[in-house]
């Protein structure tokens, strides 16, 4: 029957979060895929069996048809280049959710937006922490003011967390990216790791000087929100770790990560040392105006481990559609659910601040 969940890269470190949710909520129906079938099974069995395990390589060109056969939704937990075999999942009506953070596939996705439509599918992007959860909190911002001019998102990242290989490549393979963004509506070409800004994060984290991340967001919402600037920017637990990268950057040292041992031995680096906390915090900081006058909005996530709270928000919006019904398309995830929606469903460890200030 085509009533199953395939999350795809299914036993990684989000993945695993998205199937024992998902999982306990739909026992049977839910399968947890990736190349090695014995770690796949390894991770079912502490599911209860409610989750099944399934070898399957993306990029080979193996049971590909009858797996689909059987999927209503299809989750990606892994980084594509193209979209053949997203497309193979519209055209068959399977709904398709994916958590890259990668605006070079995300742009892809969208167009295949005619494609969704015509087969009566549904896809959401930007879906995750960031981008995902950032984008709502540009969405919930936006909704405090009459007109909104401008959104600097923040986010912060603890090194004490063991993050999964495929989110630790995606930042190094991002270290040295150039890229532009939208600044009062024009492009303005800007660096990873350079024009830092001081922002205040919540509860103990406090003042922290943020840097420049390619990250989807600032390509996507001056699109679906129509917001004239939007930034992102990065920073670690760690002042000293965030400064040394920035410093690094600015010296030109961080060019020895395009040599492939070095970008892979960093990798490793990142894989097995963990100095720091496991807390995370996303924050926004927004501008516009309100009754006529300028107006500042700020709101914030904290909480603790970020590929848990990835895919806690995948596995809330998988359930969302899973189990209801959504227009055809390709959507990002501002454009389909309200913050609301996933605030109220997030667990209550995970803490969601708002300030106002009037300039
Ligand atoms: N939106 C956000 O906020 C956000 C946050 C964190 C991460 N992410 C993204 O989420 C993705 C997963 O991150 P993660 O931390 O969970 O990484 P991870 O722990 O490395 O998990 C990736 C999983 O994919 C499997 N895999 C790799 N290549 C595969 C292939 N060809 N076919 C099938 N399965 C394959 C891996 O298992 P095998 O190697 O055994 O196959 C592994 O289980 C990354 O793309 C990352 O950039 C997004």
């Known amino acids: 029957m085509k009533d199953k969940i395939l999350v795809i890269g299914g036993y990684g470190k989000v993945g695993q979060v998205i199937c024992k949710d998902l999982g306990s909520k739909f026992p049977g129906k839910v399968i947890a895929a990736?190349?090695?079938f014995e770690k796949a099974e390894r991770f079912t069995q502490t599911t209860g069996e409610?989750?099944?395990?399934?070898?399957?390589?993306?990029?080979?060109?193996?049971?590909?048809n009858k797996i689909l056969k059987q999927a209503s939704i299809v989750v990606m937990c892994?980084?594509?280049?193209?979209?053949?075999?997203?497309?193979?999942?519209?055209?068959?009506?399977?709904?398709?959710?994916?958590?890259?953070?990668?605006?070079?596939?995300?742009?892809?996705?969208?167009a295949l937006n005619y494609t969704a439509k015509e087969s009566d599918a549904t896809a959401v992007v930007s879906v995750g922490l960031s981008p995902g959860l950032t984008n709502l909190l540009v969405q919930h911002s936006k909704s405090y003011f009459d007109t909104i001019d401008k959104a600097d998102i923040s986010l912060m990242l603890g090194l004490?967390?063991?993050?999964?290989?495929?989110?630790?490549?995606?930042?190094?393979?991002?270290?040295?990216?150039?890229?532009?963004?939208?600044?009062?509506?024009?492009k303005k070409k800007?660096?990873?790791?350079?024009?830092?800004?001081?922002?205040?994060?919540?509860?103990?984290?406090?003042?922290?000087?943020?840097?420049?991340?390619?990250?989807?967001?600032?390509?996507?919402?001056?699109?679906?929100?129509?917001?004239?600037?939007v930034s992102n920017r990065i920073c670690f637990d760690s002042r000293f770790v965030t400064a040394s990268f920035a410093l690094l950057k600015k010296l030109g040292i961080l060019?020895?990560?395009?040599?492939?041992?070095?970008?892979?031995?960093?990798?490793?680096?990142?894989?097995?040392?963990?100095?720091?906390?496991?807390?995370?915090?996303?924050?926004?900081?927004?501008?516009?105006?309100?009754?006529?006058?300028a107006t500042e909005f700020e709101c914030s996530v904290i909480g603790k481990n970020e590929s848990r709270i990835t895919?806690?928000?995948?596995?809330?919006?998988?359930?969302?559609?899973?189990?209801?019904?959504?227009?055809?398309?390709v959507y990002h995830i501002e454009q389909i659910v309200s913050c609301q929606d996933i605030i109220e469903q997030l667990p209550e460890d995970i803490k969601f601040y708002v300030n106002r200030k009037r300039t």
């Not at 190094?172 to 890229?179: E, P, Q």
């Not at 967001?217 to 929100?225: A, V």
């Open 34 to 36: 990736g190349r090695n």
């Open 50 to 64: 409610n989750v099944i395990p399934l070898e399957f390589d993306l990029f080979a060109n193996n049971a590909k």
């Open 78 to 110: 892994i980084d594509q280049s193209d979209t053949n075999f997203i497309k193979d999942c519209l055209i068959n009506g399977i709904h398709y959710i994916d958590i890259t953070a990668s605006y070079s596939i995300l742009s892809k996705i969208e």
């Open 160 to 186: 004490g967390e063991k993050h999964g290989k495929a989110g630790i490549e995606w930042m190094i393979d991002n270290i040295n990216a150039s890229f532009e963004v939208v600044e009062d509506s024009r």
């Open 190 to 229: 800007v660096k990873t790791f350079e024009d830092g800004r001081k922002t205040t994060f919540p509860d103990n984290i406090k003042d922290r000087t943020v840097y420049r991340f390619n990250f989807a967001e600032q390509h996507i919402l001056p699109k679906t929100l129509h917001i004239k600037s």
């Open 255 to 293: 060019n020895v990560l395009k040599v492939k041992l070095i970008r892979n031995a960093t990798v490793r680096i990142f894989e097995n040392v963990h100095l720091g906390s496991d807390l995370f915090s996303a924050k926004v900081e927004a501008s516009g105006k309100k009754d006529g006058k």
């Open 311 to 329: 895919g806690k928000v995948a596995a809330i919006l998988t359930e969302f559609m899973y189990t209801k019904e959504y227009p055809s398309g």
